[in-house]
C-alpha cells in the first residue's frame, strides 16, 4: 500500500505550549492537535488547526469532560448554549466558530487569541493605570453589550478570561451548562451572590462580575473588605478612580435590581474618560468604546510565537516540530533536518532515520565531523562558558558523537541532554572564534528567536550574526555543523571567522 500524501505547514504557536499528554488525542474532528494550551475542572484546551484549511491559522480546541453531557437533555441544552454563543460578535468576544456536542466527548473550537491573562498581568506589573483602567472597562462592558443583545450571558467573567492584547482586551469563555458548582467553588472572588446560591447565568450577575474585575485591576486585589467575605459585602474601592466608584460600587449591589444595565455601564464608563482626557485631543473614527482604546490602551506587549511544522497526512495528523517551544524550562518542539552536507551527517550518526537525501556535497568522515580541514566541523557552543558574551571572541568545543549515545535520539531532548549525547575531540578541543554580521546562522530547535524568521527548503530559520551571538548571552547549548574563512593559523591560538553555523538536532523518527 503507498504512503498517504502528506503537506507540511508552520504554525506560529505560543511558548507556554505544552506538549500532548500520554492518552491525549491526535486530533479532534478535522482538527489536528499539536499541544495542550491548559486543563481545568470543566475540560482540556489544545492548540490545533483545521487539517482542511491551507492557512494553517491557529486554533483553541476545547474538550469536555464526559460527564458534561451524560443524559441527551444535557447535550440539547449544551448544543443551544453554544449556537448562542457563535451567533455573538466576535470583535471583543472570542465565541466558537464549531462545535460537536454528539461527540463521545464534546468539543468546541475557537480562534487563538495572543495575549496575557489579566490576572497574570497584575500579578506581575501591578494595577492598571486610570487611562488603561478605563479602556479595559469599556471593551469589557462592549462584550456584555454584545452578548446581551443576543439575550446571552457570559457566566464565568474572570480576570483569567480576560486578555489583555496589543490591540486591546479580548474575553474568552462562558459558563456551559453543568458548570455552576465548579464556578462556586472556583470563582467565588468574581462571582454574584445569586450566583454562588446557585442562579443561573444572567445580565445582572455579569454586571456584578465586570465591577469586581474592574476593582481588581484598579487595585491588584477582589473588591472584599476580609478574606472569605463575598465580593458583595464592604467592596473595597480605594484605588478605583474616582470617577467611576459610584457604576462601580452599584454594579456591587447584592441586590441584582439594584444594580445598573450594561448600558448604564458604558455609558458611565466613557463619561468617566470624558472627564479626564479633556477635549483637546484629535478626534478618532469608530465608536465611543473604540475612541477609548485607540487613546488609552498602550504598551501591552503580546507574548511572541515560535514556529513549528507540522505535517499532516491523508489520515491522522503529526507534527514534526520545526522551532523553539519552551514550557516550564523545557524545550518540548521537534525539528527537521533538511539537505546537503548536515542532513548526510544527521543519518551517518542516527540522527535521522533512512539514508541521507541525495546531494553533492560530500558526507564528513570520521575525521572531518572531528575537525579535519577538509570536511565540516561539529562543535558545541556553550553560553555558560563564554568569557566575552557580547563582544567575543567566542568560545566553542569541537565534539563528536559519544559512542554510547542512541542511534536515534528523542526527538524532546532538551538542550543540556542534547548536548551531553556529544564529546570532545581531543585535549585540545576548545578554541576561539570570530562571530561577525556576515557570518551565515541557519538556526531550528534550540536557537530560533522567534517569529518573523522563514524557513528553508531545509527545515532552517535563517538568522543574522548578531541574533546568534544575542543567543549565546543568554541561551541554552547548541550543537553546531561550522565552516571558518580560513586556515588555522600554525599555533592555533588566534581567533578564526566563522563563515556558516548550521544547527545539528535530534528528530523524531519516521
Known amino acids: 500500500m503507498s504512503r498517504p500524501s502528506e503537506r507540511e505547514i508552520t504554525v506560529l504557536v505560543p511558548p507556554h505550549l505544552d506538549p500532548l499528554a500520554p492518552g491525549d488525542p491526535d486530533s479532534v474532528g478535522p482538527y489536528v492537535l499539536i499541544g495542550r494550551l491548559g486543563a481545568g475542572g470543566t475540560g482540556t484546551v489544545f492548540a490545533a ?4 484549511e491551507a492557512s494553517g491559522d491557529l486554533m483553541a480546541v476545547k474538550v469536555l469532560h464526559p460527564w458534561s453531557a451524560e443524559e441527551p437533555e444535557d447535550r440539547a441544552r449544551l448544543r443551544a ?46 494595577p492598571l493605570g486610570r487611562g488603561r483602567l478605563i479602556a479595559l472597562a469599556a471593551a469589557v462592558g462592549e462584550v456584555l453589550s454584545a452578548l446581551h443583545s443576543k439575550q446571552v450571558a457570559h457566566g464565568d467573567l474572570t480576570p483569567d478570561n480576560v486578555l489583555l492584547s496589543g490591540r486591546g482586551p479580548r474575553v474568552l469563555d462562558c459558563a ?18 445569586e450566583r454562588l446560591e446557585g442562579g443561573e447565568p444572567s445580565s445582572p450577575a455579569d454586571i456584578f462580575s465586570w465591577a469586581a474585575i474592574a476593582v481588581f485591576a484598579a487595585t491588584g486585589r477582589p473588591p472584599v473588605a476580609e478574606e472569605g467575605a463575598p465580593a458583595s ?5 480605594e484605588g478605583v478612580p474616582a470617577e467611576m466608584r459610584p457604576i462601580v460600587r452599584r454594579a456591587l449591589s447584592e441586590d441584582p435590581r439594584d444594580r445598573p444595565t450594561v448600558r448604564e455601564v458604558l455609558g458611565s464608563t466613557i463619561a ?32 511572541d510565537r515560535l514556529p513549528r511544522l507540522v505535517r499532516l497526512g491523508t489520515g491522522r495528523g503529526r ?25 548526510a551527517y544527521a543519518a551517518a550518526n542516527g540522527l535521522l532515520p533512512g539514508p541521507a537525501a541525495p546531494t553533492a556535497s560530500p558526507s564528513p568522515s570520521p575525521s572531518a565531523s572531528a575537525g579535519g580541514p577538509e570536511g565540516p566541523t561539529i562543535v558545541r557552543f556553550d553560553p555558560a562558558e563564554q568569557e566575552n558574551p557580547a563582544d567575543g571572541p567566542w568560545v566553542y568545543t569541537q565534539v563528536e558523537r559519544r559512542p554510547s549515545a542512541p542511534a536515534t535520539p528523542a526527538a524532546t531532548l532538551a538542550p543540556d541532554a542534547w548536548s551531553e549525547q556529544w564529546q570532545p575531540v581531543g585535549e585540545d578541543a576548545e578554541r576561539k572564534a570570530l562571530i561577525t554580521e556576515e557570518t551565515e546562522v541557519l538556526c531550528a530547535r534550540f536557537c530560533v528567536p522567534g517569529p518573523g524568521y522563514v524557513e528553508d527548503d531545509r527545515g532552517t530559520f535563517p538568522m543574522e550574526g548578531q541574533d546568534f551571538i544575542d543567543y549565546l548571552a543568554w541561551g541554552q547549548p547548541v550543537i553546531a555543523e561550522v565552516e571558518f574563512a580560513g586556515p588555522e593559523d600554525e599555533g592555533g591560538d588566534r581567533p578564526r571567522e566563522l563563515t556558516r553555523i548550521v544547527e545539528v538536532y535530534p528528530t523524531p523518527p519516521d
Open 272 to 303: 468617566a474618560w470624558e472627564a479626564i482626557s479633556g477635549s483637546d485631543a484629535a478626534p478618532v473614527q469608530g465608536t465611543a468604546v473604540t475612541q477609548v482604546l485607540s487613546r488609552e490602551w498602550r504598551g501591552v506587549v503580546e507574548p
Open 319 to 343: 507534527t514534526a516540530g520545526r522551532g523553539l517551544l519552551i514550557a516550564g524550562g523545557s524545550v518540548v518542539a521537534l525539528a527537521l533536518i533538511g539537505g546537503g552536507g548536515l542532513a
Open 233 to 237: 459585602a464592604s467592596p473595597w474601592l
Open 176 to 193: 456551559l451548562p453543568g458548570e455552576g458548582e465548579l464556578l462556586r467553588r472556583n470563582a467565588a472572588p468574581w462571582t454574584a451572590p
Open 81 to 126: 448554549r453554544l449556537a448562542a454563543l457563535a451567533d455573538v460578535d466576535g470583535r471583543t468576544y472570542v465565541p466558537p466558530v464549531a462545535f460537536d456536542v454528539q461527540a463521545r466527548q464534546p468539543w468546541l473550537v475557537m480562534p487563538y487569541v495572543a495575549g496575557l491573562p489579566l490576572d497574570g498581568f497584575v500579578d506581575d506589573h501591578g
Open 49 to 52: 488547526i483545521d487539517a482542511n
